[in-house]
T-cell receptor, first 112, second 117 residues
Framework: DTGVSQDPRHKITKRGQNVTFRCDPI?????LYWYRQTLGQGPEFLTY????????KSRLLSDRFSAERPKGSFSTLEIQRTEQGDSAMYLC??????????FGQGTRLTVV | AQSVTQLGSHVSVSEGALVLLRCNYS??????LFWYVQYPNQGLQLLLK??????LVKGINGFEAEFKKSETSFHLTKPSAHMSDAAEYFC???????????????FGKGTKLSVIP
């Protein structure tokens, strides 16, 4: 097992374009989280899945953001009509229990 | 509601000196507390965690932290700094945030540790 994998590692997009990120969690982990980290800040929670069900969404997750986890395996995070304020590192984490989340290396999004 | 305050956005120590990174938390439920390390352009790696029981917890790479409920603190220490310890360190708290039981992490803003040779 190679840990949590995120793709792409870097994405540059023009304002107004749509982008999609992928996260492959550790295979037996039923919990999956998305976080956003801006420069000089700690990660902030975006959303949580247990298996395929999206059970919690932060108020940071505006209507332009959508996340899925079909069949409880990989997850995607889509941002529609990107804005410059969306520029950040998007981190995915997975866990089996509640006490140790394993993080991927993140996708760094730059909106120009 | 939960929150984390990390005192000092940047700490510099000499190689071989004591490392002390401060973290105070606020939580309405008994907290689970964590320290993560992040190297440039990388994800986060768990250093150590406190759940219940012994208040002094040991982690990887010689780090340890002590949970002090009366002070709502969870400071991270290492007796002797090594050049490879230079990184950003994040303190985090979790607890049941809603009926969904997500146990998501609430992070502090981080402390960047520099090690001077």
């Amino acid at each position: 097992d190679t840990g949590v994998s995120q793709d792409p590692r870097h994405k540059i997009t023009k304002r107004g374009q749509n982008v999609t990120f992928r996260c492959d969690p550790i295979s037996e982990h039923n919990r999956l989280y998305w976080y956003r980290q801006t420069l000089g800040q700690g990660p902030e929670f975006l959303t949580y899945f247990q298996n395929e069900a999206q059970l919690e969404k932060s108020r940071l997750l505006s209507d332009r953001f959508s996340a899925e986890r079909p069949k409880g395996s990989f997850s995607t995070l889509e941002i529609q009509r990107t804005e410059q304020g969306d520029s950040a590192m998007y981190l995915c984490a997975s866990s089996l229990g509640i006490l140790e989340a394993f993080f991927g290396q993140g996708t760094r999004l730059t909106v120009v | 509601a939960q929150s984390v305050t990390q005192l000092g956005s940047h700490v510099s120590v000499s190689e071989g000196a004591l490392v002390l990174l401060r973290c105070n938390y606020s939580s309405s439920v008994p907290p689970y507390l964590f320290w993560y390390v992040q190297y440039p352009n990388q994800g986060l790696q768990l250093l150590l965690k406190y759940t219940t029981g012994a208040t002094l917890v040991k982690g990887i790479n010689g780090f340890e932290a002590e949970f002090k409920k009366s002070e709502t603190s969870f400071h991270l220490t290492k007796p002797s700094a090594h050049m490879s310890d230079a990184a950003e360190y994040f303190c985090a708290v979790s607890g049941v945030s809603s009926g969904a039981g997500s146990y998501q992490l609430t992070f502090g803003k981080g402390t960047k540790l520099s090690v001077i040779p």
